[in-house]
């Protein structure tokens, strides 16, 4: 399954504005500065305590055209590869040498999950419904139960099979 990741630029650009338009751990890990530092002319000294605001970069104007907008399409070039460049700007694992170490798995376990659930399953909304994507805040962003989601019948011992079986196929090659 891992083997089509490149002829699935679309669930890829999927994947990556889910990361930035949730951004669902809206700050890094704390971080301390090691000396007295100034960033963008705002001085940092010794042994202060920093954050990176990763809700606010994934939601820049200058960075994003339309930040509030879910569009997908933003990441894919005309070719219809994915822009590594824009690509490269989505910050959810942290930044730099303390970056989480876990980034690439969880990226990988992400577009596994994913594609599975899309092979398997059919998501639906009711056309009469809305649905409220206002997250819940606190130390990550979540949201609300939605009720209003219909996912066809799959058992399932067959998901979890199926997911396992392209786990070993992933690790054996």
Not at 7 to 14: D, G, H, K, S, W
Request: proline share 5%; with cysteine.
């Amino acid at each position: 399954m891992f083997s089509d990741r490149a002829q699935l630029p679309y669930m890829n650009a999927f994947i990556l504005e889910m990361l930035r338009h949730s951004s669902f751990v809206p700050f890094t890990i704390p971080h301390s500065t090691t000396r007295d530092t100034n960033l963008y002319g705002f001085d940092i000294p010794k042994g202060r305590c920093v954050f990176i605001n990763q809700w606010q970069v994934n939601h820049d104007p200058d960075l994003w055209r339309d930040p509030f907008i879910f569009r997908p399409e933003r990441f894919i070039t005309t070719c219809g590869k994915i822009d590594r460049n824009l690509s490269d700007k989505v910050i959810l694992f942290g930044m730099g040498q303390r970056k989480c170490i876990g980034e690439t798995i969880g990226r990988l376990e992400i577009f596994l999950f994913l594609a599975i659930l899309l092979q398997k399953l059919e998501f639906s909304v009711s056309a009469d419904v809305t649905v409220d994507m206002t997250p819940i805040y606190g130390l990550t962003m979540k949201h609300r139960r939605c009720d209003h989601f219909k996912v066809c019948n799959i058992s399932w011992s067959e998901l979890v099979k199926h997911a396992i079986g392209s786990m070993k196929e992933c690790c054996i090659s």
